[in-house]
């Protein structure tokens, strides 16, 4: 997404090199190595938790300074395994109650993990759920 998206470190080259020693595009990405990565992460999940944080502080911001200062949108990757940790569910729910409607979540939907078809292991109505939490959901 980030070669697709213009940032200019994440070359071809860099993404023949996925997940190997010294590479900009490690299987984990920290902040710091490659524009873009806005967060160090890894455990499943706490993507999602931080951007709600990022949508958490934009509004704060706004509110104290003004929408002419700080008015930006907060976007979110999420796969299969992020959506199946139990922190998305607090995540979600926060961002349900505080109606974080410049935080848009993209889910993956594509029925794979590291285990193989998400079926094996899981069978939660994903779009139900966010729906319960009084997000706006688009299929
Ligand atoms: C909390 C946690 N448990 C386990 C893992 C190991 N792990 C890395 S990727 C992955 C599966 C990811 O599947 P998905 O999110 O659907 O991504 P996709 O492979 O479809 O891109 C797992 C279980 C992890 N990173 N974090
Ligand atoms: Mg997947």
Known sequence: LLHLTGYKAATKEELSNFRQWGSKTAGHPEYGHMPGVEVTTGPLGQGLATSIGFAMAERHLAAKYGDDLVDHRTWV???DGCLMEGVSQEAIALAGRYKLNKLTVLWDDNEITIDGKVSLSDAV??????KAAGWAVKA
């Open 125 to 130: 109505d994903q779009k139900a759920r966010f």
């Open 77 to 79: 990757v999420a796969g």
